[in-house]
């Protein structure tokens, strides 16, 4: 056939509905003419006539699986599951492969090409690429300065396993590779850190989050993304947005202002479902269990601690079930104090300094005799000195000095009654809680906080005016004394009396300095340390 023969063959196309299946060429088109029905100038089909063709002379017959499935060892099937449109649908790669059926290629792939809206419409139960999602397909993002077009082989690095995706080609890990860089969203660690926390159980690092590689056998480093990332809602957000955990649907902080539950999420969320377009799991976020970290059977199981509390969990609580938190959310809906739990005895509300997000119930209950029973009979049990104490690792807990250069800046050394100074021994922690009870109040309100003294204004407030407690008569002064003869005037010294009532039985009542009483302890002969009186 002639150069006008081929023309009027390509006519003839044309009339036929431009399918070159109805034309019978024996002479090959050129590159030019080719792009009219399927362009091979560049691209993967920039192949050898004989590559599709074969050795045939005839141009009317095209192989597209000697490629695809042969050298190129894709599973069509795999590749094609759940394509159901355009009808009939993707069919079965036969034995021995027809050209009929490698006609039916072109209904999709017209130009060679995947067609967006059908790629993203059969998509859509394995991971969503459509126009508004953020894998969309053909979407174009810069990986290592350059703009690479979003195709398949992006994620699906292995074209015999189309399940086998890679995420971390281009969210890699800390920079590595310089793709896409430290400092940009793609970035593992960029994208990672202050949103999703690195902890387990007990404090142990726990980075679920961070590595390189496929999916594989479900071990490797994107499997681990797809367990968040499958649906591709979970972005930069979600931290922050948690909520709607479990079925009592309560807003749960896990940001890193809690500091209970900056945690991984694997340590709550342990269930997985595997979605039917794909083959590796994600994490059921409907579901959240508590046993990782609380335990939830034996002595210090969860079940016991509510027992001694007095406030057994109303349940039902299912060890080991993956949504066994709907008994605990119903009564810690922001996962801290119970939201119908009263804690008389000690100010740990969110506005005070130890809060839920600061310290733990087992931070100050060491033993479970500290809470069970009268609290004025388990007062000594609590353990203040833990973190309150002279070590320097522990500074942290008092604005960077240690617990006596705070008190002998502000206070004598003598304020906590004890000779030569405070031993921070757990014997003494009872004495922490004769001033830090957390019960400051009367008409000292003005000077004082639950947890702070000032002496600044102590002249102003005490009945015994003029007598200069604050400075300037040593007769009295409470101001920073020294332990030297005739001793010094601590504050227990005129604050003697117990509330013995209320709340905080223990703690000293500091509305009251008794006259009948308090002098006594200089004054009345007590070893000739100030002359006698007789108090009014």
């Known amino acids: 056939m002639n150069r006008i023969g081929w023309v009027l063959a390509l006519a003839a196309a044309a009339c036929a509905g431009d399918n070159p299946a109805n034309v019978r060429w024996v002479t090959a088109p ?44 894709q599973d069509l099937d795999a590749m094609h599951g759940g394509v159901t449109t355009p009808a009939p649908g993707f ?39 459509s126009a508004a999602d953020s894998h969309a397909y053909g979407k174009t993002v810069t990986v290592n300065g350059n703009a690479v077009v979003n195709g398949c082989a992006a994620c699906h690095v292995d074209p015999g396993n189309r399940a086998n995706v890679d995420c971390t080609v281009c969210h890699i890990q800390n920079g590595s590779n310089g793709v896409p860089g430290p400092t940009l969203p793609a970035d593992q660690g960029t ?29 490797g480093a994107s499997a681990q993304c797809m367990k968040c990332h499958g649906g591709d809602t979970h972005g930069a957000g979600s931290v922050a947005a948690h909520g709607q955990a479990g079925p009592a649907h309560a807003v749960f902080s896990i940001d890193p202002s809690n500091a209970n539950h ?70 810690h809906p922001n996962g801290g104090a119970a939201a119908n739990f009263s804690h ?25 005799a500290s809470y069970q029973g009268p609290p004025a009979g388990n007062v000594a049990l609590i353990a203040c000195t833990s973190c309150h104490n002279d070590d320097t690792a522990n500074t942290r807990y008092q604005n960077g000095f240690t617990i006596s250069a705070v008190h002998t800046t502000k206070l004598p050394r003598n304020i906590w009654n004890v000779p030569g100074g405070f031993d921070y021994g757990p014997s003494t922690n009872a004495q922490c809680l004769d001033c830090h009870a957390g019960n400051i109040g009367g008409d000292v309100t003005s000077w004082s906080t639950p947890l702070v003294f000032r002496l600044a ?36 010294g005129c604050h003697n009396a117990k509330a013995n009532s209320g709340a905080t039985p223990w703690a000293r009542e500091w509305s009251v300095a008794s006259p009948t009483s308090s002098c006594l302890s200089c004054h009345e002969h007590r070893n000739n340390r100030a002359p006698a009186v007789t108090c009014r």
């Open 30 to 73: 050129t590159q030019a003419d080719h792009a009219k029905f399927f362009p091979i100038a560049t691209g993967s089909h920039a192949l050898d006539c004989n590559a599709c063709h074969g050795s045939s002379d005839s141009f009317q017959d095209f192989d597209c699986a000697s490629c695809h499935a042969g050298t190129l060892h």
């Open 91 to 129: 069919q079965p790669v036969p034995t021995p492969v027809t050209p009929a059926y490698n006609r039916t290629c072109l209904v999709c792939h017209a130009n060679g090409l995947v067609d967006p809206t059908i790629a993203a419409r059969d998509h859509s139960g394995s991971f969503p690429i």
């Open 191 to 219: 994208a990672h850190s202050g949103r999703v926390g690195t902890t387990a159980a007990g404090g142990a690092v726990h980075n679920l989050w961070l590595g390189t590689g496929a999916v594989g056998t479900g071990s």
């Open 262 to 331: 900056f945690v991984s999420c694997d340590q709550c969320h342990t269930s997985t479902s595997i979605p039917p377009g794909r083959k590796n799991p994600e994490f059921n976020f409907n579901d959240a269990s508590c046993d990782l970290c609380h335990a939830a059977n034996g002595p210090g199981s969860v079940l016991t601690t509510h027992e001694g509390f007095g406030a057994p969990i109303a349940g039902p609580y299912a060890v080991g079930d993956p949504n066994n938190s709907s008994a605990c959310l119903g009564c």
């Open 344 to 368: 008389a005895w000690f100010p740990i509300a969110q506005a005070d300094v130890h809060n839920s997000a600061v310290t733990k119930c087992a931070d100050c209950h060491s033993t479970a």
């Open 457 to 492: 204004q102590h002249d102003a407030h005490c009945r015994m005016g003029g007598n200069g407690l604050t400075g300037g008569d040593a007769t009295h002064n409470v101001n920073r004394n020294t332990d030297v003869a005739p001793g010094v005037n601590i504050c227990f």
